[in-house]
């Protein structure tokens, strides 16, 4: 019986699994037409990436990250 049980189990789990991915694919979809949209509209989607991406980080690795950037920049004479 416990083999039964544990078959349905991982079958529910592996349709929730499914059910997620498709969203997931959804979401990803809707993100693209988005950054389309953005892109008809004139804006650079290669910045509103990274933009998408920066706002995500705490400010205390974002501060970090610039400065390791300006340092390597002074570095290199990019600046």
């Known amino acids: 019986m416990s083999d039964i049980i544990q078959a349905d189990q991982l079958r529910l789990f592996i349709e929730r699994i499914e059910r997620l ?3 997931k694919k959804g979401i990803s979809d809707d ?3 988005v ?3 953005s892109k008809g509209q004139g804006y650079d989607t ?3 990436r990274a933009i998408v991406r920066l706002r995500r980080m ?3 690795d974002r501060d970090e990250m610039d400065a390791l950037l300006e ?3 002074d570095a290199l004479g990019l600046a």
Do not use: V
Request: proline residues 0%; hydrophobic residues 15%; aromatic residues 12%.
């Open 58 to 60: 705490e400010k205390n």
């Open 71 to 73: 340092t390597y920049r």
């Open 31 to 33: 993100i693209r037409d």
């Open 35 to 37: 950054y389309s949209e």
């Open 21 to 23: 991915e498709e969203e």
């Open 46 to 48: 290669k910045i509103m």
